[in-house]
């Protein structure tokens, strides 16, 4: 049986996440991403955990507690669409590994569920904030309502990221067509000012802000 691909994108932010680095979960949920984001930094580092519910931000923080990693993590209600202004500013361009983990909270409230809009322009923050050789995961989901629109959306992201260059950029399927696909991006050079990043993908973008 292949790997459930929420293994795959910690064992490939792993390789580069290094013990004492920044790290940003934009979708907190359960806390499973957190946790593991913050058990890779190490006592040194620090990770930001963002998630629009608060029930969700509850979550994270007993996940957290139980493992004793809640030292490590700033814990925010917000939305990522806001993530270059939720992050403090002497992070920017120093964070190592940004996850996404899209869709709803499992056990939760359904009707909160991630949207393509927000999803690319959180996207695009995370892609400025990151150091040269940060990565970026995003899992995208296909079998809810909405979510082939959003994987489109984000693939989209993805190509259109990759042709402003200084990027590479890989994606692994389930195997299913209504499964989910995870996409792994990483900044090869310095990204440009998030300002002009933004401007150059979002001209192109069919999900304007
Ligand atoms: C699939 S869950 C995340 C799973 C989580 N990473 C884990 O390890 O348990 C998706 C989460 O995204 C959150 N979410 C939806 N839209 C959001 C937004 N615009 N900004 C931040 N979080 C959002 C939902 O509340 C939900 O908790």
């Known amino acids: 049986m292949s790997e459930p691909l929420t293994h795959t994108?910690?064992?490939?932010?792993?390789?580069?996440?290094?013990?004492?680095?920044?790290?940003i979960d934009a979708t907190a949920g359960?806390?499973?991403?957190?946790?593991?984001?913050a058990r890779q930094v190490g006592a040194c580092g620090m990770v930001l955990a963002i998630d629009c519910q608060q029930s969700a931000i509850s979550r994270t923080q007993e996940r957290l507690d139980t493992q004793e990693l809640r030292p490590r993590v700033v814990l925010?209600?917000?939305?990522?669409?806001?993530?270059?202004?939720?992050?403090?500013?002497?992070?920017?361009?120093?964070?190592?590994?940004?996850?996404?983990?899209?869709?709803?909270l499992p056990g939760g409230d359904r009707a909160r569920v991630t949207l393509p809009a927000t999803t690319c322009r959180g996207l695009t923050a995370a892609s400025a904030l990151l150091r040269p050789g940060g990565v970026l995961s995003v899992l995208a989901y296909r079998g809810h309502q909405g979510g082939p629109d959003e994987a489109a959306a984000v693939e989209d992201w993805m190509a259109?990221?990759?042709?402003?260059?200084?990027?590479?950029?890989?994606v692994?399927?389930?195997?299913?067509?209504?499964?989910?696909?995870?996409?792994?991006?990483r900044v090869t050079e310095s990204?440009?000012?998030?300002?002009?990043?933004?401007?150059?993908i979002q001209e192109e973008s069919r999900w304007p802000s």
């Open 9 to 23: 994108a910690h064992r490939w932010v792993a390789q580069s996440l290094e013990a004492g680095e920044l790290a």
């Open 30 to 37: 359960n806390g499973q991403d957190t946790a593991f984001l």
């Open 76 to 104: 925010v209600t917000g939305d990522h669409a806001d993530l270059l202004t939720l992050t403090p500013q002497h992070w920017h361009g120093r964070v190592g590994a940004v996850m996404f983990n899209l869709g709803y």
């Open 160 to 170: 259109r990221a990759q042709r402003y260059g200084a990027v590479e950029w890989s």
């Open 172 to 185: 692994h399927h389930s195997g299913n067509p209504s499964g989910p696909v995870l996409h792994c991006l």
């Open 191 to 200: 990204t440009p000012t998030a300002t002009t990043l933004m401007t150059t």
